[in-house]
């Protein structure tokens, strides 16, 4: 079956520390998307690529990082710039030029203490 | 900028109830619309989505959404809600954003609380 693996599920992690959430899709996409969700907030675009060794930032980038060295994956690192890290991170991707129709994945839940 | 409100945080109905979850949208052009549903620590399942015609679309689950134009709206329908609909579901809007490309704008959110 064909779709988006995020792992892990759960991801905790001490302060300061760097994270790196992993992102990988078999739906033959161009373009992936990362969202961060927090209660009450929806989801916000984090970065995007839409095609491989490309991305942009999104509305949220500070503290984040990416890369996109293969079509199907799109690694998301948190680092330790980001001031608020905790919270629920889910990954898309879409057809190239058609990112009005996003598939998502499952999620990981990152706790930072 | 594209923007999506859902104003209504949080919903309570009685199972067997019907079920209207309002979305007003902002966007300069034809929107593409959706509605996401996702159960607690879930990704976003699609239920339905309008891209162009017949306003009224049908989704999976039994969900509908009706796309208005006038008012700027795309509310989502259900006749008789089961226990299982319990989950938070989010409007967007896929809007153009350059270089060929789309994105989607989300709205905050509904939260549906269904009472046995």
């Known amino acids: 079956d064909g779709g988006i693996t995020q792992s892990p599920k759960y991801l905790f992690r001490k302060e300061g520390q760097n994270v790196t959430l992993s992102c990988e899709q078999n739906?033959?996409?161009?373009?992936m998307y990362w969202y961060r969700q927090d209660p009450g907030q929806g989801l916000r675009l984090i970065y995007y690529?839409?095609?491989?060794?490309?991305?942009q930032k999104g509305d949220i980038a500070e503290g984040y990082s990416v890369s996109r060295e293969k079509k199907e994956s799109f690694p998301l690192t948190v680092t330790s710039a980001q001031k608020n890290p905790t919270a629920f991170y889910l990954c898309?991707?879409?057809?190239?030029?058609?990112?009005?129709?996003?598939?998502f994945g499952p999620g990981t839940r990152l706790t930072v203490t | 900028a594209q923007s999506v409100t859902q104003p209504d945080i949080h919903i309570t109905v009685s199972e067997g109830a019907s079920l209207e979850l309002r979305c007003n949208y902002s966007?300069?052009?034809?929107?593409?619309l959706f509605w996401y549903v996702q159960s607690p620590g879930q990704g976003l399942q699609l239920l339905l989505k309008?891209?162009?015609?017949?306003?009224l679309v049908q989704g999976i689950k039994g969900f509908e959404a009706e796309f208005k134009r006038s008012q700027s709206s795309f509310n989502l329908r259900k006749p008789s809600v089961h226990w299982s609909d319990a989950a938070e579901y989010f409007c967007?809007?896929?809007?153009?954003?350059?270089?060929?490309?789309?994105?989607?704008?989300f709205g905050k959110g509904t939260k549906l609380s269904v009472i046995p």
């Open positions: 739906l033959n996409h161009d373009a």
């Open positions: 967007a809007v896929g809007a153009y954003s350059g270089a060929g490309s789309y994105q989607l704008t």
């Open positions: 690529s839409q095609i491989v060794n490309d991305f």
């Open positions: 898309a991707s879409s057809i190239a030029g058609q990112g009005y129709e996003q598939y």
């Open positions: 309008y891209f162009s015609g017949d306003t």
């Open positions: 966007y300069g052009a034809t929107p593409y």
